[in-house]
């Protein structure tokens, strides 16, 4: 899964640190994420797209790896 997490964070000029005390995760766990590393769970990416007022869909991407099983 891609997403533009570290796009929206820059546009909105708060660091990873920032943006984990928001949704109440740890700064890795951000870092993480950006990287592609993570799948936040859907709790936790429908807390950060409120933090950037968006969807989910507008900051995660699913690619076709992520159809195969």
């Known amino acids: 899964m891609k997403n533009s997490l570290k796009v929206?964070?820059?546009?909105?000029?708060?660091?990873?640190?920032?943006?984990a005390d928001l949704v109440g995760v740890s700064r890795q766990s951000i870092?993480?994420?950006?990287?592609?590393?993570?799948?936040?769970?859907?709790?936790?990416?429908?807390k950060i797209s409120e933090i950037f007022n968006t969807t989910v869909n507008k900051l995660f991407e699913l690619e076709p790896v992520d159809y195969q099983h």
């Open 31 to 46: 870092n993480a994420i950006e990287r592609g590393k993570y799948t936040p769970s859907t709790s936790l990416a429908l």
């Open 8 to 19: 929206e964070r820059k546009k909105k000029k708060i660091t990873q640190e920032q943006l």
